[in-house]
């Protein structure tokens, strides 16, 4: 028996419209999730919240239709750590996708080598207090003394305000990191002020990626991705510019389809896409961000 959806959800945006930008050739959505199906992949007990449906094949019909060529995979908060889901999707894509998995401090060597050889690249730690009970710095550290022969990174989530007592951990992690959507700023404050450039300082001084993504989780007075609006969130990209300006060799893009838990509005995936060229204004930028940057963490020595 399947579980009701939680209240409120918005499901992820049916038929969205084709691109205006032209990804390049090679572009890589560097996160995105599946949920289920329920029926096939049963969420996890300890879960909060109960998604809609979202599968491999409507992620694949959605990366054909925006012009996307690979895909990396993270691990839904409702499925714990069971990466069953993930895994299927992964495997079905062939070499065009890799995976973020979720682990426990007592996973097996082995367990490890299996989910790296089926194309797992990396773990997530989910430092949002809403979406997890908690996240114990010791089994963490665990984690990733376990992950990090395999050449693995850590993706890490949280929000902009945790980072100061957060970071002196973050720092002491002993393999590659990377943010999840800019370490979600408040775009209220200042892009110059004390918050983000503190969030600026710590990707500057450690081993660390950042995706510029998920403006529609991040926005404030928009205007949204919705009926035509190719120039949206507005508030969200002088921040986004930044971070590309700053360091461009070391950001990611990626859809966060099928954007989970989103309270106010469902974008329009395609309209998602024409804001990349908003953030990344040169072609040198775009292709770091959407294809070389991508490439060299979850595809070295391959070419797009």
Known sequence: MTAPKTPGWLDWYANPSKPSFALPPGTVDAHCHVFGPQAEFPFAPERKYTPCDASKDQLFALRDHLGISRTVIVQATCHGADNSAMLDAVRAAGNRARGIATVRPDVSEAELRRLDAAGVRGVRFNFVKRLVEASPKEDLT????????????????????????LEGFFSSLPTPLVIDHMGRPDVTKPVGGPEFSGFLRFVGSNDVWVKVSCPERLTVTGPAALDGQRHAYTDVVPFARRVVAEFGDRVLWGTDWPHPNLKNHMPDDGLLVDYVPTIATTAEERHKLLVGNPMRLYWPGETA
Do not use: M, Q, R, S
């Open 142 to 165: 665990t984690i990733a003394a376990k992950v990090a022969p395999l050449g693995w990174h850590i993706v890490l989530y949280f929000e902009a305000a945790d980072l100061p007592e």
